[in-house]
């Protein structure tokens, strides 16, 4: 099935991108949706215009759309772009990567119903931990630049997502009811290599902005550097 995936650059949407094309889907584009506020429910906000680093490591085209980041128009907003990519694709389905949002998922659902496409969401109702596993074990390097939660501090901000981090957010999870994949907002992931990636991104500056609460790591330069190909003997 020709694909467009929706593209934040976190962990969710990667993976969605990842299942896709392991299960053979033609995926000819990438949609990120760049929105006008920092406190939207739909879209990611931290560091998103660095998804067109991403896109050129992946190999995939990349479509961006400013939406106000408010409902109802942020919704339509995302109809419009996908009217778009249906007429210059010729999309037949879109991947998401919503795992327990059900605001996210039915407002894409009610969309694609509406223009005739097919939702794949390969982690719907899925345990996130074993989401964030597979994307570990799979290769993906996962770095943290959001952090908005009970028992999470400024460190956390530039810190990888290893199976390290991921205990201790199922600890969060028991002490404070942290959402353990962040859909709640507790916190936000930049991908910076993985299998799907032909290059790996180097984050070259940063740095960290901390209120008290919460906090982001502001991606300021990356470097994207093309990965050695090892021959197989």
Same mark, same amino acid.
């Given at each position: 099935?020709?694909?467009?995936?929706?593209?934040?650059?976190?962990?969710?949407?990667?993976?969605?991108?990842?299942?896709?094309?392991?299960?053979?889907?033609?995926?000819?584009?990438?949609?990120?949706?760049?929105?006008? +506020?920092?406190?939207?429910?739909?879209?990611?906000?931290?560091?998103?215009?660095?998804?067109?680093?991403?896109?050129?490591?992946?190999?995939?085209?990349?479509?961006?759309?400013?939406?106000?980041?408010?409902?109802?128009?942020?919704?339509?907003?995302?109809?419009?772009?996908?009217?778009?990519?249906?007429?210059?694709?010729?999309?037949?389905?879109?991947?998401?990567?919503?795992?327990?949002?059900?605001?996210?998922?039915?407002?894409?659902?009610?969309?694609?119903?509406?223009?005739?496409?097919?939702?794949?969401?390969?982690?719907?109702?899925?345990?996130?931990?074993?989401?964030?596993?597979?994307?570990?074990?799979?290769?993906?390097?996962?770095?943290?630049?959001?952090?908005?939660?009970?028992?999470?501090?400024?460190?956390?901000?530039?810190?990888?997502?290893?199976?390290?981090?991921?205990?201790?957010?199922?600890?969060?999870? +028991?002490?404070?009811?942290?959402?353990?994949?962040?859909?709640?907002?507790?916190?936000?992931?930049?991908?910076?290599?993985?299998?799907?990636?032909?290059?790996?991104?180097?984050?070259?500056?940063?740095?960290?902005?901390?209120?008290?609460?919460?906090?982001?790591?502001?991606?300021?330069?990356?470097?994207?550097?093309?990965?050695?190909?090892?021959?197989?003997?």
């Amino acid at each position: 099935m020709k694909l467009a995936s929706l593209f934040s650059g976190g962990k969710d949407s990667m993976m969605a991108l990842y299942k896709a094309l392991r299960e053979g889907h033609d995926v000819v584009v990438l949609l990120s949706m760049i929105s006008g +506020r920092d406190d939207s429910y739909m879209y990611h906000v931290p560091n998103i215009n660095l998804t067109t680093y991403q896109a050129e490591a992946i190999g995939i085209p990349l479509v961006s759309k400013a939406t106000s980041g408010k409902p109802p128009a942020e919704n339509k907003d995302l109809e419009d772009a996908l009217i778009e990519l249906k007429n210059n694709f010729k999309i037949q389905g879109v991947a998401v990567g919503a795992v327990h949002s059900n605001y996210q998922y039915k407002i894409v659902d009610e969309i694609c119903k509406k223009l005739n496409l097919t939702v794949f969401a390969p982690y719907w109702q899925h345990d996130h931990g074993e989401l964030i596993e597979e994307a570990i074990d799979s290769g993906f390097e996962i770095v943290m630049v959001g952090a908005a939660a009970y028992g999470m501090d400024d460190s956390w901000l530039g810190r990888k997502l290893d199976r390290e981090a991921l205990l201790e957010l199922k600890k969060l999870n +028991r002490k404070f009811s942290v959402d353990v994949g962040g859909e709640g907002g507790e916190y936000e992931t930049f991908v910076t290599d993985g299998p799907v990636f032909s290059k790996r991104i180097k984050i070259i500056k940063s740095r960290r902005v901390w209120d008290g609460k919460r906090g982001e790591l502001v991606i300021e330069e990356v470097e994207l550097i093309d990965k050695k190909i090892k021959n197989k003997k």
